[in-house]
């Protein structure tokens, strides 16, 4: 059953998980809503915990429907997330000298998407027992990823850059999200 996963692979993936977009969302709190007020940091610690609680739910799913529709709702968010942080954020780290943590983070990220990947596969295809474990993977992964960005890699970020350019990050970053969840 372990299948080579390609990047042809997880672009399927990932056109299925869209395809289900702002729908999956809907039942989803919004983050970058709520910490509309708040910087670019608060939003995406905000969209952490959103993170957090949705990949809760798919683990405490009680049926095989009730998973693959909570995973979908959670791989769409993390995905919007990701593309978010991937395209403002991690370009700010390498810019501003931090190259090999944003490169860290991207690595990271790609780790998570072929994870994504394979919940999906596994979900998809009935190897429904495979599916625990692998979230678990998947949970530990990005708890480090998490704590790695908020405690080590965006806070200096974040206290280097002129309140301009933070603004601008908070701007590129919410709209970033949602174009990528709607």
């Known amino acids: 059953m372990d299948q080579m996963i390609t990047r042809r692979n997880l672009g399927l993936v990932a056109v299925g998980v869209f395809s289900m977009g ?29 993170l957090d609680r949705l990949l809760s739910v798919v683990k405490s799913a009680s049926t095989h429907e009730s998973r693959v529709a909570a995973f979908k709702k959670f791989a769409v968010y993390l995905t919007a997330h990701s593309i978010a942080e991937e395209t403002s ?28 990947a394979r919940i999906g596969d596994a979900l998809s295809t009935g190897h429904d027992a495979d599916v625990p474990a692998l979230l678990d993977t998947l949970g530990n992964a990005l708890h480090a990823h998490v704590a790695e960005e908020e405690n080590q890699d965006f806070p200096p970020l974040k206290a280097k850059e002129d309140a301009a350019m933070n603004a601008r990050l908070t701007e590129e970053f919410k709209q970033t ?6």
């Not at 809503?33 to 910087?39: L, R």
């Open 22 to 50: 702002a729908a999956a969302l809907s039942d989803a709190a919004d983050p970058a809503e709520d910490a509309s007020g708040g910087d670019w940091l608060a939003t995406i610690k905000a969209q952490h915990k959103e």
């Open 89 to 116: 954020v991690y370009p700010a780290l390498a810019i501003t000298g931090s190259e090999a943590a944003s490169k860290q983070l991207y690595t990271e990220q790609d780790d998570a998407k072929v994870l994504v």
């Open 177 to 182: 999200f949602h174009r990528a969840s709607a």
